[in-house]
T-cell receptor, first 115, second 114 residues
């Protein structure tokens, strides 16, 4: 099955700096890569996603890049703000033996933005 | 308001005492799933359901049961809870599992088994 590795587990930056979180996946057939943000005491929420036929996608201060050959994708946050502090999860959607497409999550990155 | 609700939000119980965590969504989603979140291990899928009466095991199904008798509800059942099931549980739903099918997560249920 799919295996998703996420690094780093903790990331501490100063307000205004950029933050990069990286993920690798094992199943070359994975075709959809969402990123989730989990604020304290809440469930994860989708913030950006990318399909396997796209190399980069941007939404204001956040962007995601995908390298299919290397099987890795990254989340980039520019001009970080204290409210960006949260746990971020990457995921890769792959086909399970029964035929269903199910996401596999990384272990999460705790981002801390210091004012 | 479109949402996924879970109850209870917090639960402390003892080993072997059967419990059920309810999950309900009001978005007419076909796909629902349960995850557990543990420190350093991220989100691991327990069970999922593609539609009414259709359920399948995720990555960590041992010790859990689910049912999908109605489209909106997907309860998680622990027949005989054990301390290693102490965790934070999330229910999620989406229209399907295709691309652009955003998963909506509930607020979580923190379970402690003594």
């Amino acid at each position: 099955g799919e295996n998703v590795e996420q690094h780093p587990s903790t990331l501490s930056v100063q307000e205004g700096d950029s933050a990069v979180i990286k993920c690798t996946y094992s199943d070359s057939a994975s075709n959809y890569f969402p990123w989730y943000k989990q604020e304290l005491g809440k469930g994860p929420q989708l913030i950006i996603d990318i399909r396997s036929n796209v190399g980069e996608k941007k939404d204001q201060r956040i962007a995601v890049t995908l390298n299919k050959t290397a099987k890795h994708f990254s989340l980039h946050i520019t001009e970080t703000q204290p409210e960006d502090s949260a746990v971020y999860f990457c995921a890769a959607r792959s086909r399970r033996p029964g035929g269903s497409y199910i996401p596999t999550f990384g272990r999460g990155t705790s981002l801390i933005v210091h004012p | 308001e479109a949402q996924v609700t879970q109850n209870p939000r917090y639960l402390i119980t003892v080993t072997g005492k059967k419990l059920t965590v309810t999950c309900s969504q009001n978005m007419n989603h076909e796909y629902m799933s349960w995850y557990r979140q543990d420190p350093g291990l991220g989100l691991r899928q327990i069970y999922y359901s593609m539609n009414v009466e259709v359920t399948d095991k995720g990555d960590v199904p041992e010790g859990y049961k689910v049912s999908r008798k109605e489209k909106r509800n997907f309860p998680l059942i622990l027949e005989s809870p054990s301390p290693n099931q102490t965790s934070l549980y999330f229910c999620a739903s989406s229209f399907g599992t295709g691309v652009n099918n955003e998963q909506f997560f509930g607020p979580g249920t923190r379970l402690t088994v003594l």
